[in-house]
């Protein structure tokens, strides 16, 4: 399918029906219910996990195919953000002309930050994509280049908004109520939603969500592609040994050097798409925590597999937003069968792992996955499969030797 061998054609619908599915699978319980608290079918959150999908599996490209850890990726996601806002204001609110001026923005800087940052290796290469990073947060959050210009590029600490005042060449710049326009593709608005009300479940469908997935599926079956391409099997030599290949005169540097762009291209793709979404970019986004998120996304989905760092994106940013949520009251109803000073003590036990102590509760899951599942959830899932395949093993030997044992007396 698609130029796909087996194993990735039935990977990539495993995905497809993952990302399509969506609001049903993270509905799974009634609302009103208790269990309704961890409910993750609403479009704000779905959002996020395709997004941020995005970045992982760029991001993974760098990392867990070729093995050069950037501590400096959310440079990317945040140019991305500031590119798509600006085609926003200047052009029009269709996100198509802002996703792709934002995919280049990235690509321009990915290949001036990776010529220089891929001089070195290892270490001195994630401190050189951090300091570039850092460097990059201090320029926006200041607008340094804004009052080098006289005019406004970044906007500050406030962040680049839209306002009526923008000329948007080929849109309107306020609609006939006074408002600012919202984003669209081909008139259609990513905001609109469509509820389905089945049972005690309420489902809702966003068509920018879909608009989301949709993109996700090709930049995973982009990432397919370079996996299984002749391109990848280098950027896997230099992850092994790139020493050697250099030795054998080799030059790596033009393979590295176009990981690291199509990588921030990914993370400019995501930062577009986060705009398109919500219109504004701020210098948050660059900071090196977004960073370091995504590098946590990748290795507890499982660094150097499909579709792993979609799995580690999920997750970090299902805890984010759902556990964090979790406050006193909750515990408290949920408790509420035990005796008062039961109940106060099962409380003061779990509230440090939720709201805003999620982080706590995340460190843990992820020391435990380290120290248990070096290869991230896809490795736990292979384990879980493999187990299920022995049992089956065991008992097809069993009636075998059952069937061979009868043969005789038949006879």
Not at 110 to 132: E, V
Not at 203 to 218: E, R
Not at 363 to 391: A, D, H, S
């Amino acid at each position: 399918m698609f130029g796909l061998k087996k194993h990735d054609s039935r990977l990539f619908i495993v995905v497809a029906v993952l990302a399509l599915a969506a609001p049903f699978l993270l509905n799974p319980f009634p609302d009103g219910s208790a269990m309704a608290q961890f409910n993750a079918g609403y479009p704000d959150l779905m959002q996020r996990f395709v997004i941020f999908g995005i970045f992982a599996i760029g991001f993974n490209l760098l990392f867990g195919l070729t093995g050069y850890l950037s501590f400096g990726h959310a440079a990317f996601l945040g140019l991305g953000s500031y590119g798509a806002v600006w085609m926003f204001k200047l052009l029009s609110m269709n996100i198509i002309p802002a996703i792709v001026l934002s995919v280049i923005v990235a690509g321009v800087f990915a290949l001036i930050i990776g010529y220089i940052s891929l001089r070195r290796s290892g270490i001195y290469f994630s401190i050189l994509t951090l300091a570039f990073a850092q460097m990059m947060f201090a320029i926006a959050y200041s607008d340094l280049i804004g009052r080098f210009v006289g005019t406004p590029i970044t906007n500050g600490e406030t962040g680049l908004q839209l306002a009526l005042d923008d000329p948007r060449v080929l849109g309107i710049s306020a609609t006939p109520d006074g408002s600012i326009p919202l984003t669209n593709l081909f008139g259609l608005e990513m905001r609109s939603v469509f509820n389905l009300e089945v049972g005690g479940w309420l489902f809702t469908f966003s068509f920018g969500y879909y608009v989301c997935a949709v993109v996700m599926l090709l930049s995973f079956y982009v990432a397919i592609r370079i996996f299984r391409s002749p391109f990848g099997l280098m950027l896997r030599a230099v992850k092994s040994n790139q020493q050697r290949m250099n030795y054998t005169g080799l030059n790596t540097r033009p393979y590295t050097l176009a990981v690291f762009v199509i990588s921030g291209m990914y993370a400019g793709l995501a930062g577009g798409l986060m705009a398109s979404m919500d219109p504004l970019a701020g210098a948050e986004r660059m900071q090196w925590t977004a960073s370091g998120e995504v590098v946590l996304m990748t290795i507890l989905g499982g660094a150097g597999t499909l579709i792993g760092p979609v799995l580690g994106a999920g997750f970090i940013k299902y805890f984010e937003n759902i556990f964090a949520k979790i406050n006193d009251n909750v515990l408290h109803s949920w408790f509420a069968f035990m005796p008062d000073g039961l109940e106060d003590l099962m409380v003061t036990i779990v509230h440090p792992f939720v709201g805003k102590g999620w982080h706590l509760t995340l460190g843990i899951m992820f020391m435990l996955v380290v120290i248990f599942l070096p290869g991230g959830l896809v490795e736990g899932g292979q384990r879980i499969g493999r187990l299920f395949r022995r049992r089956d093993d065991k008992a097809t030997s069993v009636e075998s030797d059952a069937a061979e044992q009868r043969k005789p007396a038949a006879e």
